[in-house]
């Protein structure tokens, strides 16, 4: 399929918006900036238990050892404009699948899936809370979301803002 000229705008779905959406955000905008992708990203929780504030130190620290900054994000609630204002929409769990699925507008826009889909062989995998864990568990997470930015990227440089996964 050909590149699409719509703008690739993605959106990353956890429960709290502290631990791993912001690192798959940070994931890929640097995925994408090194790639030389031009797309909009951006992460939420289901919840809305720490709106306004910024990731866990943890998830931070993780992802400034692997070269990111995410220490600007702020915690967001998934809200009814983002089903229109994204053209992707990734869950980091089935559970939060299935919170977002609960909310998805019939009009919605967005393509909706779990984020481990886009890595060949994981399909319907979760990204593990790592909230309750250690730095091991974070840096596991960072390592998955890494992976699957490295995968949406290759894939949008193909198909655009139309790829599915
Ligand atoms: P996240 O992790 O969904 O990866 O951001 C969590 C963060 C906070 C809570 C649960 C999960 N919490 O219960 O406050």
Partial sequence: MEEQNNKISVLFVCLGNICRSPMAEGALVKAATDAGI???VESAGTAGYHIGEPPDPRAIATARANGVDISAARGQ???PQHFHEFTHIFALDSANLAGI???TPR???????MLLDAIDGRKG?????PYYGDESDFEACWNMVSEAADALVLR???DGANAKF
């Fill in 38 to 40: 031009d797309l909009h």
């Fill in 77 to 79: 609630q998934l809200a």
């Fill in 101 to 103: 699925k609960a909310h």
């Fill in 107 to 113: 009009n919605a826009a967005a393509h909706i899936t």
């Fill in 125 to 129: 995998e979760a990204v593990p809370d």
């Fill in 156 to 158: 949008f440089k193909t």
